[in-house]
């Protein structure tokens, strides 16, 4: 079924920027989509890259624009401390350096070395865990589009005294650039250590919640995104998603 959506922006935008912002796929993806005429708006084809979408228009990608984007490659690291997510600066280490075949856990092959595998989902250069990357426009949709309902769960070990009370506030009550923070699971799990489950995604987020109630982070690991989990994945280690779970993180269903 052909992808549709309606822009409920304000101000005209670009194809390929809004494309982009909302995770459905990378700019340079949207122009290759344009030029290939599977992009209208409201019904009309869309050929020139540098068309904007106007308040209400609806854009439709059609079903051989799905498959292309369906056709990415889709990969789950162990991200160790001290590796970043994404392009680095000169002094930092991407984690798509460990995609090696020496690192590689069951079936599939390394990716070229000037392969585009953004992060779907970023984790930071002192935290570890689960970390995806992706080719695949419709799985960058799922996990960090707009509309995605998946959640994310983290084991966090802190210094400070934990409260009910602040426990209460890292729940629900807590305000960051301005905006009130949805919703948050959080669970003691021993006296230094906790449980989170986000359904959104801030710059350095349960950081910076655990500061506005004086407690330190000392460790966060990231175990789950949606119904992908770490598992016994071996740190520095990566795999190939498998297509059921390609499928589950569309669906936003858990297994």
Do not use: F
């Given at each position: 079924m052909a992808f549709t959506r309606t822009y409920d922006g304000l101000e005209p935008v670009r194809i390929?920027?809004?494309?982009?912002?909302?995770?459905?796929?990378?700019?340079?993806?949207?122009?290759?989509?344009?030029?290939?005429?599977?992009?209208?708006?409201?019904?009309?084809?869309?050929?020139?890259?540098?068309?904007?979408?106007?308040?209400?228009?609806?854009?439709?990608?059609?079903?051989?624009?799905?498959?292309?984007l369906a056709s990415g490659v889709t990969i789950l690291i162990h991200k160790p401390l001290g590796y970043v997510s994404g392009q680095p600066e000169p002094d930092k280490i991407p984690a798509v350096r460990l995609l090696t075949a020496e690192n590689l856990v069951g079936e599939g092959t390394p990716p070229a070395e000037d392969a585009s595998l953004p992060p779907i989902g970023r984790l930071d250069e002192d935290s570890r865990g689960l970390l995806m990357l992706s080719s695949d426009g419709v799985v960058a949709k799922a996990v960090i589009g707009p509309q995605s309902k998946l959640d994310k769960e983290y084991l966090v070990r802190i210094e400070g005294d934990v409260t009910e009370k602040k426990l209460a506030l890292l729940r629900r009550g807590l305000m960051l650039d301005g905006r009130i923070l949805k919703y948050a699971k959080v669970s003691r799990m021993e006296q230094n250590r906790l449980r989170f489950i986000l359904t959104e995604g801030r710059n350095r987020q349960i950081r910076r919640m655990c500061e506005m109630v004086d407690l330190e982070v000392t460790d966060l690991l990231r175990i789950r995104v949606g119904p992908i989990h770490l598992n016994n994945l071996p740190e520095g280690k990566w795999r190939m998603i498998t297509n059921e779970e390609r499928d589950a993180l569309i669906s936003g269903s858990t297994y």
């Open positions: 390929n920027k809004w494309l982009g912002q909302t995770g459905v796929c990378s700019r340079r993806e949207a122009e290759a989509l344009i030029a290939a005429g599977m992009v209208t708006i409201d019904g009309e084809s869309v050929t020139d890259p540098g068309r904007k979408i106007e308040p209400g228009q609806t854009l439709t990608l059609n079903d051989r624009g799905e498959a292309a």
